[in-house]
């Protein structure tokens, strides 16, 4: 019989009670990169919600890598002890592993958050100059950023390792690292950001030697007994940028490295980029990597409806989905896929009263009486 969403997993070492995975979404409310009391709430909120396995937003592992001066780093004692502080009340009701992405924005550091528009911040608002592989902008009209040189690149390769240490002294249970969507490792990848004449840019080989390096740094201090993986954009969708192609060639290498998974997304670095928005999207993209290397995949995008998410894990799209919007318009998506396919899955005992007539049984375990 073929797995379905609420079928168990293992993610290299970690045991997952089904295939639902929440995509890690930027808050942009930490102050200094320290965790808030919106964290609190946010994260309490989604660890009762039954997915299997939640990453944290976007960690910045220095502060000039941090999209927006409110997002979430891992950089400082601070940075942790105030993470700590969060995941110790979360831990106290929900036994929902949490991994966390961590990440450096390189050019597309520096901005304002969404809800501000999202554009550039400049240096007498609060913002930074920006690093990068080459000094192109993301947009024009935008500050250049500096070509980062050796030292800067062994100072972001430590700060992920850092961060790392820091993931495993908070004893989060998995760690991905954020190779998309534009930021720096990304903008290593693509030959439209990365136009370095060193070891470092023009052949595929040269372009994937810095996020490799740092796969291997991260990888040899975070503990075998833990799960790594790494979210790539699989296409800039443009003519010319980082392709399907060089993506799986990518996933070969970091399997040969001891990835545990390819969360696979899409696009991200360049203005340009057309892209076919439909539901599902990506979804060929994840089965594609999943074919072609036998890595263990997350699908992720526009992944709304739960007979639809079934059938990607059925038909071996993917071995996991990933939902960041769906989870957050319906904190308890997953309560009411597994109502909709029949399913059963672990909730708090203090909501389980709530189970409506005809919604029989979902909740495992559940009883209760008064008196
Ligand atoms: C509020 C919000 C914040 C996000 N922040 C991140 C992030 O920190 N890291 C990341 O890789 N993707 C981030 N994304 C992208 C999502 O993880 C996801 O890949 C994307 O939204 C597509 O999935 P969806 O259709 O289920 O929303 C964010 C998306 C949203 C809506």
Redesign the pocket.
Known sequence: MSATLFSPFELGPLKLENRIII????QYSAVDGSASAWHRTHIGNLSLSGASLMLL??TAVEAAGRITPNCLGLYSDANEQALAGVLDEVRQFSDMPIGI?L?HAGRKASSTPPWLGGSMLTAENGGWRTHAPSTLPHSDNETLPLELDRAGMARIREGFVASARRAERLNLAAVEL?F??GYLLHQFLSPLANQRGDEYGGSLENRMRFPLEIFDAVRDVWPATKPLGV?VSATDWVDGGWDLEQTVELARRLKERGCDWIDV?TGGLSPHQKIPLAPHYQIPFARAVREATGMKTIG????NDAAAADKVIRDGDADLI?????V?WDPRWPWHAAAALGATIKAAPQYWRCEPRGANRVFEGASFGQR
């Open positions: 995509s890690p979404m930027c937003e976007a992405q990440s954020h998309a969507h979210r997304s992720v995008g526009l992944i990933a939902l960041a919007r769906a957050l």
